[in-house]
Structures are given as C-alpha cells and as structure tokens.
C-alpha cells in the first residue's frame, strides 16, 4: 500500500551504513539518456552536462534509490539494464564513453503494484525485475510499532498515538486494499500529518487528513460517515 514505508526502507538503509542516499523520482524521466545527463549550448559549443545519477554511480559508494519505478515508462528503463547487471557498465553515446560503476553501490527500487494505482504502467518487466535479487513486500507496521513512529516523528502522546493507530486499523480492515468496501485505505504518512495537527485541532485533525480521503457520496451511508463513525468510536 502507499505510505508504508517503502521509501523511508532506503533512507534507513543507507543511514544505517553511513552512506549519502540518492533518491530518484521515476516519473519524471521522460527519455532514456535523461538518466545520465544532457546536452546544452555553451559560448557557442555543444556540452554535455552529466546527470547527478550519473556522477553518483561514478563515484560510488552511495544508495541509489529509483522511486515509484513502475511510473516510468518500460522503454525508459531499459537504459538501466546494463548498470544493474553483471556488467556494471553503460556506454553513453553522446559522449563515446562507458560509464563504470563505482564501489559499493546499493540500488532500491521502490513500486505500488496493483489495479487501483492508474498513474503506472503496471507490473515490472520481468527482465528489471530480475536484476533485484531481493524483494521486500512491505505494509503497515505493528500497532506498537507504528505507535513509536508517531511519537518519535512529531512528539505526541503514545495515549494519542494507540487512538490514532487504532482508528487506522479498523479502517484498513474495512478498505478494499484488504478485501473490505471502503475505497480508501490510510497510510502511515496520513497518519503522521494528523498527529502534528492534533495538538492544535485535537479530534478534528483527522477530518482533515483521513476522512477527506473519503467519498461522501452517499450522504449517511458514505465512505466518509463510515470513516468519521470509526473515529468517534476512538475519540469520545
């Protein structure tokens, strides 16, 4: 699901090794060379400037991480077959030079798989795919657990922090992305941003950052009603 962690998983990572984490936002390569640089006019002369992707696999040791990999496009990809396999290596054209890969490079690659996610192009090709050879399905966390990320992330209470964790779960528990009808699920991310208003707006702040998630098509019987039922159901 959104919101989970899949991200946070990289950064804490590469902190955990000390390594500076470089996070690439997928969907916004739009042609292949885009990965390793560009081209552009300069007193007259045609430069290539290289790509901060690129200085960073030159270098090395850093986490590299392709964020929302399935929101690019399958052909975009395929420019990072060569530095993903054994070869780690890639010949840039423009320049008539191979980029080699420095040491102790880690690659994540981060992905929302499923039918109710429209802004991607669906699975990951099976050859990229293969180039991962470890895969980690993430969800939400434990209740305690998710408990201490609230607290640890914006001081609140753990009293106010099991309310919220408990209204997020009884919710997930009813959303379609675990079997149920409601059309939303909520993130840990979601989360979060209604324990930082929460001192300021108590109870209210979840009508602003959870049950806005949700239709209120159906007046009384709406996704909406449903949700903010749940959360007075926590919050008496």
């Known amino acids: 699901?959104?919101?989970?962690?899949?991200?946070?998983?990289?950064?804490?990572?590469?902190?955990?090794?000390?390594?500076?984490?470089?996070?690439?936002?997928?969907?916004?390569?739009?042609?292949?060379?885009?990965?390793?640089?560009?081209?552009?006019?300069?007193?007259?002369?045609?430069?290539?400037?290289?790509?901060?992707?690129?200085?960073?696999?030159?270098?090395?040791?850093?986490?590299?991480?392709?964020?929302?990999?399935?929101?690019?496009?399958?052909?975009?990809?395929?420019?990072?077959?060569?530095?993903?396999?054994?070869?780690?290596?890639?010949?840039?054209?423009?320049?008539?030079?191979?980029?080699?890969?420095?040491?102790?490079i880690f690659f994540f690659a981060t992905a929302n798989i499923g039918s109710r996610f429209t802004g991607t192009y669906g699975k990951i090709d099976s050859a990229l795919a293969d180039?991962?050879?470890?895969?980690?399905?993430?969800?939400?966390?434990?209740?305690?657990?998710?408990?201490?990320?609230l607290v640890a992330r914006t001081g609140i209470s753990e009293e106010i922090g099991k309310k919220l964790v408990k209204v997020a779960n009884q919710i997930r528990a009813e959303s379609s992305t675990f079997g149920g009808k409601l059309g939303e699920t909520v993130s840990t991310r979601a989360l979060i941003e209604a324990a930082k208003l929460y001192p300021l707006l108590g109870k209210t702040s979840l009508e602003y950052t959870i049950a806005s998630l949700f239709s209120s098509d159906g007046d009384v019987n709406s996704d909406r009603s449903q949700v903010l039922q749940i959360i007075q159901s926590q919050f008496v």
């Open 1 to 104: 699901p959104q919101g989970c962690g899949k991200t946070e998983t990289a950064s804490q990572f590469a902190a955990g090794l000390g390594l500076p984490i470089l996070r690439i936002n997928c969907a916004l390569v739009r042609e292949p060379r885009d990965w390793f640089g560009y081209k552009t006019a300069r007193e007259g002369n045609v430069e290539w400037v290289k790509s901060q992707f690129s200085e960073a696999l030159s270098k090395g040791n850093c986490v590299i991480c392709l964020d929302e990999i399935t929101r690019a496009a399958p052909p975009i990809l395929n420019a990072l077959l060569p530095i993903l396999d054994h070869n780690r290596a890639c010949f840039i054209e423009e320049v008539k030079e191979v980029l080699s890969l420095g040491p102790n």
């Open 131 to 149: 180039r991962f050879g470890v895969r980690i399905e993430v969800s939400y966390l434990k209740e305690a657990e998710e408990v201490g990320v």
